[in-house]
């Protein structure tokens, strides 16, 4: 490791000679190496992997992995709103035939409104099934697509990045729409 009185005598007496700059250097880089070890068994000790360094994954593979994850929370999510969506009409079906009963119009009104509730109510979480869903799911379908792309588990897409594929394909699924 390189002291204090090294870099002293390096910034006073100019250029160290190349064999010592190799030989300081090498010993730098064996102190470095010693370190990442120790990292690495004080990982392992606390079961947290090991200390390795990954190439960077090919930003194309990582981007299609986030896409198709965040498809299947958009599928997740349409399911529950589905769900919602069938419990409110039932919920609801015993209304027609009163008196307060608008006719064929309220019940086409009613239905759309239901439909509109439940979509919002499945992507604000409405009563946990896309988490449930997702949370059961993920490990297998993360494993899928790892392999599907060829990605390591420490290449794939951070949840952020997920989530900003999912909102972005929600904002262009909208403007297309309206």
Known sequence: M????????????????????????????SDFQSLLDTAA??????????????????????AAFASEYAAFKTAAESFEGMMIGQLLNQ????????????????????????QEWAK?????????????????YSPTI???????????KGQEPSMTQINAVQMKKGRMAHETLG
């Open 2 to 29: 390189l002291s204090a009185e090294t870099i002293k005598a390096t910034t006073t007496a100019g250029q160290m000679p190349a064999a010592t700059t190799a030989a300081r250097l090498q010993s730098t880089l």
């Open 41 to 62: 068994q004080n990982d392992n000790s606390q079961g947290a992997g090991t200390a390795t360094l990954e190439a960077p994954a090919d930003p194309k593979k990582v």
């Open 91 to 114: 919920n609801n079906h015993g209304a027609e035939g009163t008196v307060m009963d608008g006719g064929m119009g309220e019940s086409i009104f009613r239905s759309e409104l239901n």
């Open 120 to 136: 919002k109510a499945g992507k604000s979480g409405g009563f946990g099934i896309a988490a449930m869903m997702e949370k059961k």
């Open 142 to 152: 993360r494993a899928q697509l790892r392999e599907k792309y060829g990605l390591s």
